[in-house]
């Protein structure tokens, strides 16, 4: 059986006082496409950080297609993209100059791949001779995805990869990463506030609360299954199947939030509503 590119157990990681990830369970297999989502603060660069071994984590562990974190072979380390939230450049360098350094680090590196990307997002001879320093934004962000495609890896990994980008640097890296690594059966974790990013790059979507995952699922299935129910408590006094919260208006009226088990049905006095994905966030992660 081919390993799981992700696999975390029990994972926990505290800032001070603070736990960040609390006996944090998770599992992303292989060729899946998965969009984690969560409040601002809810831990997801954490979580990114830790599964990379950027950060250290205070229990638990973690397996990188098979291979405990702390030791990765040199071979699985460069099966791996990352592009952080912060692009993180060399900034003293050239976009060639850096490039030219991450090439030596990966045996697979593709040449064709980074002169068409280049060349496609606006690196002309003299852009690619400027110190990085002096890109803007949006241009080092796309460098640093540039980096992090180069080597054609086998998981990558973005936290908020599209933050820096105007609409149409979006809509170009968003046909990137579909033509380019999606259908090539990459892994990717992709972290987004953007939820019409999300919804055209990633059939899976996780949410992250409290430390832990939530809820995860095939988007489409969850929201298939996703319902708002009102009505008076004497209709909604049991607990619904697959009820994710449930509160109280001051009219009395009763608002329960569902997610999978039989669709309610409306009935005279009750109200059921389906949710969009906005919407399920909202309620997942209040």
Partial sequence: MTPSPIQ?????????????????????????????????????????????????????????????????????????????????????????????????????????????????????????NKPIRRLSGGEQQRLSIIRALAHDPDLLVLDEPASALDPAGRRSFLAELVDGVIEQGTTVVFSTHILTDLERVAPDVAFLKDGRIALQGELDTLLDGARRVIGPPSLLGAALPGELRRSQASDGSVCVIVQGGPPPVATPGLRVEPLGLEDLFIEVTR
């Fill in 8 to 128: 975390m157990r029990g994972v926990a990681k505290h800032f001070g006082s603070k736990a960040i990830l609390d006996n944090l369970d998770w599992e992303v297999r292989p060729g899946q496409v998965v969009g984690l989502l969560g409040r601002n603060g809810a831990g997801k660069s954490t979580l990114m950080e830790c599964l990379l071994g950027l950060r250290e984590i205070d229990g638990g562990s973690i397996t990188l297609f098979g291979e405990p974190l702390h030791a990765l072979t040199d071979a699985t380390r460069a099966r791996i993209g990352y592009v952080p939230q912060k692009s993180g450049l060399f900034e003293w360098m050239t976009a060639l100059q850096m490039l030219d350094y991450f090439k030596a680090m990966y045996p697979r590196w593709n040449d064709a791949k980074v002169d068409l990307l280049l060349e496609r997002w606006g690196f002309d001879g003299l852009m690619r």
